[in-house]
Each structure stands twice: as C-alpha cells, then as structure tokens.
C-alpha cells in the first residue's frame, strides 16, 4: 500500500519513535510546530477519522490512553498538551493515515479556523 506512514510503521521509512507496541506506534513529527510534536498512528490502515468503523472503537479508544502516556514520557503531562485531530481537504490533513497530533512544552497559540 502506498501510504506514509503504513511504511513508517511497517519500518520501511525510518522514524524517531518515541514509543511502540503492536498496535500503535508514537514517533516525532519530521516538522515540529512546538517544541514537543509527536504523531501517534495506529498500525491499521484506516484513511480519515470519517473511515473509523465499529469494530475500530476500541482500538481508538485506547490510543488515547497511548496519548496519555506518551504525554507523561516525554514530560508534558502536567504542563499541558494538545491533541489533534486533521479530517480532510478543510482540515489540510496531508497524510491520509489516520493520526493524533500531540503538542506541548510551551504556551501554545489559541487554534484558529
Ligand atoms: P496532517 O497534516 O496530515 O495532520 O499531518 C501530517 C504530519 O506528518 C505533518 O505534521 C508532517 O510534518 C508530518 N510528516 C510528514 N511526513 C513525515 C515523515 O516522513 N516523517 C515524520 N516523522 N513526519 C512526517
Ligand atoms: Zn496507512
């Protein structure tokens, strides 16, 4: 399949992974938008938060819990983060792999839209 982040998680691109188990892989973001910018994917193929299915609920539910402790790694917890979400064209989602954005380690701007 011809999907980025499939080969990151497949190892085929190299990453800097933070964390990885076999669902899940956590890995920094090649172009930091704060001074903490993981991504967090699931190995499962699925394009957009508009493709998660039923039977994906559970698996997604625990990628937060993945978030959550990704958060306390990389020492954010407590100081605060964003999680986020991109969903198509208006969103700019560039790769259509589904993934949470996780940002910290300063102040960050008011999102906008
Ligand atoms: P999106 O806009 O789809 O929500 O976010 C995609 C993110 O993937 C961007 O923040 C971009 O910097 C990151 N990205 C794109 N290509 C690579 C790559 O090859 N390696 C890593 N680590 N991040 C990437
Ligand atoms: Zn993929």
Redesign the pocket.
Known sequence: MDC?FCK?AAGQ?P??KVYEDDQFLV?????P?APT?V?IIPKKHIATMNDVAAEDLAMIGEMHKVAQNAAKKLGISESGYRLIN?CGPD?????YHI?Y?LLGGAKLGALTG
């Not at 969103?91 to 790769?95: E, I, T, Y």
Request: charged share 5%; no cysteine.
């Open positions: 980025l990151i691109i990453s800097n890995f920094h973001d090649i172009q938008a910018h991504l991109n969103s700019g989602q560039a790769v993934h954005h």
